[in-house]
């Protein structure tokens, strides 16, 4: 019987189309292996591979990490359309993002290391969305304070007013987040950070006011903040525990202050995006940074608090007294400030923008 054979034609036409399938097999290949990572919205530093080991040993390079400058600046970026799986605000912003239909439940059945998180942070009103679910998983904590140099700032008051000292004008620099800098304005003026009146957020406001022209600096950038305390540029700055750490390993000499109106006390964690297309990874992901050994690198790299008591048995009690770290955040609690949400966000975001710029 007598076939037919391929023509030069056809043979060329085939041969083209396969490599033109070839191609774009190359073209979407590493798009559809990108679409296998897990995208992390998170503070810099968060993104450290120590953090969440056990993950990167199941799933190699398996997380895709963006960062941003504080929680208003994440919260504003997802609400615009970024669309990561996971990210990582603190817990006076949860319900900001929920009630903005940005997140979804978390089921606690799935978070192997549930029961470890201290009950202070798993109970929180805010993270509770019934039958066993939460709108973010807790993972660390730490102070908000004023880290000095105490060779340039002999025996200072024990008080937030340092950062309104004339004297140190312009050698100064703040946290430039509503949750930080207003917060403390607030405490000074006698003011109930989380909940103002109109006449209140004047009081608060006049408290910034006089404060501005004395800064060097509203910043989020500690690492900044950092290399301007080690030259001396700066005295003083707003900071978290995580510089006064990287400083004091340096040799630097510096204090971290326990005000005598209280330290701010934060709890962050993670939440899962509404329109997470990894969901499993990101339990992998929450299981892997909930471990006890992760927890242990959360505390001694940075002197923040792990939010399980499993890592904290990890640590040398010697080691958290040099970091200035109860081993139960309830303790801290009995003499800091926590920073729940604040019913006035928007007004004083908005009131605090006006005064950064001269207003």
């Not at 097999?25 to 503070?43: G, M, N, V």
């Not at 801290?332 to 923008?353: I, R, S, Y």
């Amino acid at each position: 019987m007598q076939t037919k054979t391929p023509s030069a034609r056809t043979r060329s036409l085939a041969n083209g189309l396969a490599l033109l399938a070839l191609a774009a097999a190359a073209i979407t290949a590493p798009a559809a292996r990108a679409e296998d990572k897990l995208s992390y919205f998170t503070w810099s530093g968060y993104e450290l591979p120590d953090f969440n080991r056990s993950f990167l040993a199941a799933h190699p390079d398996g997380v895709d990490a963006s960062m941003f400058g504080d929680d208003d600046d994440a919260f504003t970026k997802v609400k615009a359309g970024f669309s990561p799986d996971i990210a990582h605000p603190c817990y006076d912003k949860v319900s900001r993002w929920q009630k903005a239909g940005l997140i979804q439940p978390i089921d606690t059945k799935r978070i192997k290391g549930w029961d470890t998180i201290f009950p202070v942070f798993r109970n929180l009103p805010d993270l509770q969305a019934g039958d066993g679910k939460v709108w973010m998983v807790p993972w660390d904590w730490g102070n908000t304070s004023i880290l000095y140099r105490t060779d340039l700032v002999k025996d200072p008051e024990q008080s937030w007013n340092l950062l309104w000292d004339k004297q140190y004008a312009g050698r100064i620099a703040t946290i430039d987040a509503v949750h930080d800098t207003p917060v403390v304005a607030a405490l000074l003026a006698g003011v109930n950070p989380f909940d103002m009146t109109p006449e209140q957020m004047d009081k608060v406001a006049d408290k910034l006011r006089e404060q501005r022209p004395l800064l060097r600096s509203y910043t989020t950038d500690m690492t900044s903040v950092e290399q301007s305390l080690a030259s001396g540029e700066l005295i003083a700055a707003m900071t978290w525990n995580a510089s006064a750490t990287t400083l004091k390993k340096q040799g630097v000499a510096v204090e971290f202050m326990k005000p005598k109106e209280g330290m701010l006390t934060w709890a962050c964690g993670i939440v899962l995006l509404k329109d997470a297309k990894h969901v499993d990874l990101a339990y992998d992901f929450i299981n892997s940074r909930l471990e006890a050994d992760s927890g242990k690198e959360l505390i001694t790299q940075y002197g923040y608090g792990s939010a399980s008591s499993a890592a904290f048995a990890l640590v040398p009690k010697d080691e958290l007294d040099r970091l200035q770290l109860p081993n139960d955040p309830e303790v801290a609690l009995k003499t800091t400030v926590f920073t729940g949400p604040m019913q006035q966000n928007e007004d004083l975001a908005k009131m605090f923008e006006k005064i950064k710029a001269g207003g």
